[in-house]
């Protein structure tokens, strides 16, 4: 390999430096300053050039082991026996074990063996670097180009999908939205101030869509052990006594940025607003439905009401 300083040398002799410079003593600190700067520009570029070789050769060789798979591959992958694998953009991703612990439960199975980027673009909660980043942990290599895939087939959004947001009520403007589809929003700071947080400056968390309800066909539908019943909403509004609760409400994440700037964490980054206090009307079951006895010693499936006596223990209950 051939010195820089050689090539330097025959730099300078072909643009004839020596015939531009009289050497004297004056100017020969000015002549070496030069050679010293185009030396210093040479080992520059050679090492750049160097360093870009290097990095190239380590991409080939990550492109070498990365694993390619053809759509029809990933579409067979639906089911925990098989393994659940998604798609997004050009990555095929294993989230099996994910799925026990997905926020949304197992929702996620509506893109199984498919691509979640039609579902990403209506639910873009998940548009942030901490849910990508989670999603290359489970990473297991890359699809193939669609010019090479054979089972390659356009996709595009459903319209149904499109929809599902198209029941959601319009948000105090004052609220600081984290995320508007699904919408989770939080309340001011000024808006905490009342002892009792209004209901529209109340903060908003949601991880699915508004459901669409028709008062003359809802029904409410309560199970369990021996109980089945079920109620229409004139049911729940003539037949039960209403009751008001005041109770603070707070999301889990709340001030979930202080911590992220200490140290990154996973989630939306809420500030402090992810908290409220306010009155709760509803319907109290407890007072109507008949309660198993829990009497310590009882082995009767005995059933109480409200303020009468177990039978088989002879215990009043209150």
């Known amino acids: ?59 080939d060789d990550l492109s070498l082991q990365t694993k390619k798979y053809q759509r029809s591959e990933v579409a067979v992958h639906t089911s925990e026996d098989k393994g659940i694998w998604v798609t997004y953009q050009n990555g095929v991703y294993d989230v099996t074990e994910f799925v ?14 498919k691509a979640i980027d039609p579902y990403w673009a209506v639910f873009v909660i998940h548009q942030s670097a901490e849910t990508k980043e989670l999603l290359e942990s489970y990473r297991i ?5 669609a010019k090479e895939d054979p089972s390659f087939v356009p996709t595009s959004i ?25 919408c989770n929003a939080e309340s001011a700071s000024e808006s905490l101030e009342p002892f009792v947080t209004p209901n529209q400056l109340f903060f908003v968390r949601h991880h699915l869509p508004v459901p669409k309800i028709d008062p ?34 707070q999301c889990a994440g709340n ?38 006895c829990q009497i310590i010693g009882c082995l009767e499936r005995c059933w109480v009401q409200r303020e009468s006596r177990c039978e088989a223990c002879s215990i009043r209950r209150g």
């Open 255 to 292: 001030r979930r940025n202080d911590m992220h700037e200490v140290k990154p964490v996973k989630g939306l980054l809420w500030n402090v607003g992810a908290i409220g206090n306010a009155v709760w009307s509803g319907i109290i079951f407890q007072k109507s439905f008949k309660k198993r």
């Open 1 to 59: 390999m051939t010195h820089p300083l050689s090539r330097i040398y025959r730099l300078s002799s072909k643009f004839n430096f020596r015939r531009s410079f009289t050497v004297t003593p004056t100017t020969r600190p000015r002549s070496k300053w030069l050679l010293a700067s185009l030396a210093g520009i040479t080992l520059t570029l050679l090492s750049t050039r160097t360093y870009l070789e290097a990095q190239q050769k380590v991409s």
């Open 141 to 145: 290599g890359d699809l193939l180009d």
């Open 158 to 182: 459903d319209p149904g999908l499109q929809k599902l947001f198209e029941n959601d009520p319009e948000r105090h403007p004052s609220l600081i939205k984290r995320s508007e589809r699904p």
């Open 100 to 113: 026990k612990i997905h926020p949304g439960g197992e929702r996620i199975l509506l893109a199984a063996g």
């Open 216 to 249: 003359e066909s809802f029904v409410l539908e309560i199970e369990g052990p021996d109980i089945d019943r079920k109620y229409t909403l004139d049911d729940l509004k003539s037949k039960f006594e209403k009751t008001d609760v005041m109770a603070t409400l």
